[in-house]
């Protein structure tokens, strides 16, 4: 099934100014997991119903003067979430997931000191020790105790946080709290969900107040 099924790729197209750029348009890619932005591209109407057909990011290279999928070569493709256009018509924010390294160099991202949600970094660690249970690592050892000994965990946690809020300094309750969001991720992983899927329920619960 094409990946853009809920966006008009001839839509899209349309709210374009193509004529400002030379029928090119930015595209600046962004982690849809930790909103890190991973490169700049450039897309002409071709890349653009390319990406929407195939849910695999592709751009127009200049240097190659021809379509290119990011990933064609090293597999590294970034798999498209969502396509947005900026006010003035002529950027697009696109949102990925991506599957391996972004930029050539073997970095995250083109952008070496790009910032990123922290937290949905740690929940995709926390996913791979799940996943691959390496040996010696404490994620591994509290998957491998079961749901029962994580949430224990998660309680003696919840309990050291308001203790040292109300009898401790400051450092300490940062400690604890940290030591609580990691448990709590480790919990909802153990549990098939995320601490992304926690949190949408805060946005809808937001957006309904």
């Known amino acids: 099934m094409p990946a853009c099924t809920s966006i008009d790729a001839a839509g899209l197209t349309g709210r374009l100014d193509w004529e400002k750029q030379g029928l090119l348009v930015p595209a600046v ?5 930790t909103l890190r932005v991973l490169m700049l591209g450039y897309m002409d109407r071709a890349a653009v119903q390319a990406t929407c057909d195939t849910g695999h990011v592709t751009f127009f290279s200049r240097s190659k003067q021809r379509l290119w999928t990011k990933g064609e070569s090293s597999g590294h493709f970034l798999e498209l979430v969502s396509i947005d256009v900026d006010c003035d018509a002529d950027t697009l924010l696109v ?26 970094e740690l929940d995709a660690l926390v996913a ?3 996943r691959d249970r390496p040996p010696g690592s404490y994620s591994t050892r509290l998957f491998e105790g079961g749901i029962r000994r994580i949430a224990q965990k998660v309680g ?3 309990v050291e946080t308001a203790l040292a809020a ?25 549990r098939g969900r995320s601490l992304e899927d926690a949190v949408a329920v805060l946005r809808e619960r937001h957006n309904g107040g």
């Open 29 to 33: 890619v962004q982690d849809a997991a």
């Open 128 to 130: 791979a020790r799940d």
């Open 95 to 120: 949102l990925a997931r991506p599957h391996g390294p972004t930029c050539h160099l073997g970095r995250t991202s083109c952008f070496p000191q790009a910032p990123a949600n922290f937290l949905a």
């Open 156 to 158: 003696e946690e919840g």
């Open 166 to 190: 109300v009898a401790q300094d400051d450092d300490a309750l940062l400690g604890e709290s940290a030591d609580l969001l990691y448990h709590l991720q480790v919990l909802l992983r153990a």
